[in-house]
């Protein structure tokens, strides 16, 4: 079992940042690919971002190219997203979640293992 903890989330700007970071328990990630979902009211959880397990191999969605990066740190067993330039259209829960997938940037949700209970993120205009 693996018990995953999100923080960083909160109420922001438009155009500002946030750092999220997801703390892993029970087992080491080390195995595990991480991924980063998001949730909005009315819509459909969906991929944001995915990272193999050495952090060499790195998958985002289109929508937050260039404004979100992906990364963990295998020996303190945490995955982090840093997001700017943060639009009102990034407001959701914003999930971790790990997977014992092959594919090193899985996108499924359902090739997901572990979830965290969420953290909210709201943007503001």
């Known amino acids: 079992q693996v018990q995953l903890v999100e923080s960083g989330g909160g109420l922001v700007q438009a155009g500002g940042s946030l750092r999220l970071s997801c703390a892993a328990s029970?087992?080491?990630?080390?195995?595990?690919?991480m991924g980063w979902f998001r949730q909005a009211p009315g819509k459909e959880r969906e991929f944001v971002a995915g990272?193999?397990?050495?952090?060499?191999?790195?998958l985002y969605t289109d929508s937050v190219k260039g404004r979100f990066t992906i990364s963990r740190d295998n020996a303190k067993n945490t995955v982090y997203l840093q997001m700017n330039s943060l639009k009102p259209e990034d407001t959701a829960v914003y999930y971790c979640?790990?997977?014992?997938?092959?594919?090193?940037?899985?996108?499924?949700?359902?090739?997901?293992?572990?979830w965290g209970q969420g953290t909210q993120v709201t943007v503001s205009s």
């Open positions: 990272i193999g397990w050495s952090g060499s191999r790195i």
């Open positions: 029970g087992r080491a990630i080390t195995n595990y690919v």
């Open positions: 979640a790990a997977s014992r997938s092959r594919i090193p940037t899985q996108p499924a949700p359902d090739e997901y293992d572990y």
